[in-house]
């Protein structure tokens, strides 16, 4: 342990040289990593990695890696799963720095230690990090008594499915389930090959169980020679060397029906195989897989980022946070000469910032004056301490209704969405209802409180969402490469600022149980 616990130090470390190239950073990853990474790439816009990746574990996974910090670009960094092994997101964080990894460095360098290790203590969409250093453990905010290992037990058993047998399939891996990658004209794909070699093309026979050539194969995908050795590959601006699968040639393949199954193999610096599976699409079945649409409130700029303080013998709570930042928000745009003058009423000059003159602007973090406007919201929500931690309960958060139309005036109303069942409402169910009322109302520029659970059933946070961005994927699942299933599933991602003073800003999947929305 101790001699792991060097080397990676060593690897984050690495960075001091300034003599690494991207290529070589990659190659600290192990290649299920890299194929996460080059799948994500273009929705991450990667150009360049800036940084060394930085191992993240977790309490269930022993010493196995279960996610990297990459840093890329100029200030932009992700937390992408290592594999499929975690059943985590892909993508669990993306930002702009600081990093959380930069925010524990800072901490433990004020007790002059060094962070050595790094661990996911709670499970996506919420982030709850903590460092190893020699002889103890920081961790990024209080976490009570919870039992983090079991944390992990029902992730992933969340996403959609179409049917019964399918939510089946989700609590029971089914050894015989091969995932097949769909590509076609509209939907390139790749297979990473750096530090790859011997990297062929196998077929897998089409999708009614008939037999397909690798010479087809290869003469449509323009990759590889009749054998079905791959001759042509690419390169990205990061410095991953790749092959790219699409199309190129559809000479010889209007008699099949069916789409054609096929794998890329190869081997890497220590002989072990990889594989992954894809499915060619024929022409007349082939359909585009869609870029990201995005929503957006106006002046984004202007949403402050406002961190929780101890209130007494207890942290003031997420939810008075989260109204603070967007009654201060309101605020900020009057008196930027947009949306509503009467919200310059939000904030005001007397000491706690609700009494005084109009003329005193919403700041952009926390100060003495917010503070205590915060706590004042904390009043009016009857938040409560509950393991060191503030809670507001879900049907408390329209309790600012009042407070808001003392100052926004009559026309202000808080529209609050969340399950009324109340076993439902204690554990905070996610909810599909929820969410889309909380995207309609991004789109008609309000910013919205998400509540989404974070460490445990009962644990929640609340968080203001100002974007969001939905596309369409096209998964395929086959049993014996005969019996197939191609879905289409819409996924959504929104951007949070969590009410950390800006640590952890960044895009999460849209899951929440609850949605909270000040309108004038």
């Known amino acids: 342990m101790y001699l792991e ?49 930085v191992p993240i574990y977790r309490p269930d996974m022993g010493n196995e890696i279960a996610y990297w910090l990459i840093r890329y670009n100029h200030n932009n960094h992700a937390i992408i799963s290592a594999g499929d092994h975690t059943g985590d997101y892909s993508v669990i964080l993306q930002g702009e720095d600081p990093s959380p990894v930069d925010r524990l460095d800072q901490q433990a360098a004020s007790t002059n230690s060094t962070c050595v290790r790094y661990i996911l203590l709670t499970p996506s969409p919420d982030l709850n990090m903590a460092c190893d250093f020699a002889g103890g453990r920081i961790t990024e905010r209080p976490l009570g008594n919870e039992n983090l290992t079991v944390l992990w037990a029902n992730l992933g058993h969340e996403e959609d499915a179409d049917d019964e047998n399918e939510k089946e399939m989700a609590h029971h891996k089914d050894e015989t389930a091969i995932h097949l990658h769909i590509i076609s004209s509209f939907q390139p794909a790749a297979f990473p ?44 601006e990061y410095g991953e060397v790749y092959v790219h699968l699409e199309p190129v040639n559809r000479d010889g393949m ?46 984004r700029t202007l949403m402050p980022d406002y961190d929780q303080f101890k209130s007494g013998k207890c942290q003031v709570g997420c939810g008075p946070v989260a109204w603070a930042q967007i009654f201060g928000y309101y605020d900020r745009r009057a008196h930027a000469g947009r949306g509503s003058a009467s919200s310059q009423a939000l904030y ?13 602007q919403a700041p952009r973090y926390n100060d003495d004056r917010m503070k205590n406007y915060i706590a004042k919201l904390k009043d009016n929500l009857r938040t409560f301490c509950l393991s060191g931690s503030g809670a507001t309960l879900q049907k408390r958060m329209d309790d600012v209704e009042g407070f808001y139309k003392a100052r926004q005036g009559s026309s202000g109303d808080i529209v609050l969405k969340y399950n009324k069942f109340s076993v439902t409402r204690l554990v905070g169910v996610n909810s599909d209802k929820v969410r889309d009322s909380a995207l309609s109302y991004i789109r008609q520029k309000w910013p919205v409180i ?6 445990g059933v009962f644990s929640q946070h609340y968080a203001v969402m100002t974007q969001y961005r939905t596309r369409t994927v096209r998964k395929k699942v086959c049993k014996l490469l005969i019996f197939c299933k191609t879905r289409t599933v819409r996924e959504y991602d929104m951007y949070l600022h969590m009410g950390w003073g800006g640590s952890q800003n960044g895009w999460r999947s849209a899951k929440m149980f609850m949605a909270a929305v000040a309108k004038y």
């Open 5 to 53: 616990l060097v080397a990676i130090l060593l690897a984050v470390t690495a960075s001091c040289h300034g003599n690494e190239t991207s290529q070589d950073w990659l190659r600290m990853m192990s290649w299920e990593s890299r194929d996460n990474l080059l799948h994500l790439h273009s929705h991450l816009d990667v150009k360049k990695l800036t940084a060394p990746p």
């Open 193 to 236: 090959v750096t530090d790859i070699r011997s990297t062929h093309i196998r077929s897998l026979g089409t999708s009614n169980g008939s037999d397909i050539s690798v010479r087809l194969l290869c003469k449509v995908l323009g990759v590889c020679d009749e054998s079905g050795r791959v001759h042509v590959y690419r390169k990205t």
């Open 254 to 299: 209007e008699e099949f029906q069916h789409d054609l199954h096929f794998e890329v193999v190869g081997t890497d610096h220590e002989n072990r195989p990889k594989a992954k599976g894809f499915a060619l699409e024929p022409s007349h079945r082939a359909k585009r897989q869609s870029a990201y649409t995005y929503y957006s409130i106006d002046d």
């Open 348 to 360: 005001r000059c007397g000491t706690d910032g609700t009494t005084g003159s109009n003329s005193c």
């Open 450 to 455: 998400a509540g989404f659970r974070v460490s």
